[in-house]
């Protein structure tokens, strides 16, 4: 609610915390997940935002380019969690 699960999730990593009995997932995999749904609730909103500027504002080369450029952004961070 107020922002702490990464920050929770790195700590219990960092220290090797192990599945307790009664979770369904081991840390590492939670954390895993969480980074996978925070990347992509933050990345949609901002391709939504692109695509209407350019739809809006016509096809400029460098709109395109930071559409790519996001995209290639994310496959990255993506690619290192």
């Known amino acids: ?9 790195a700590y219990n990593i960092a220290k090797g915390k192990k599945q307790e009995k009664g979770q369904s997932v ?4 939670e954390m895993s997940f969480m980074k996978g749904i925070e ?5 949609i909103p901002g391709l939504i935002i692109q695509m209407i500027a350019i739809v809006n504002g016509g096809s400029d080369v460098a709109a395109w380019v930071s559409v790519v450029v996001s995209a290639l952004t994310t496959g990255y961070v993506g690619a290192v969690i």
């Open 39 to 43: 990347m992509f609730a933050e990345s």
């Open 26 to 29: 081991d840390p590492l995999s």
């Open 1 to 9: 609610l107020i922002g702490f699960k990464p920050a929770v999730d």
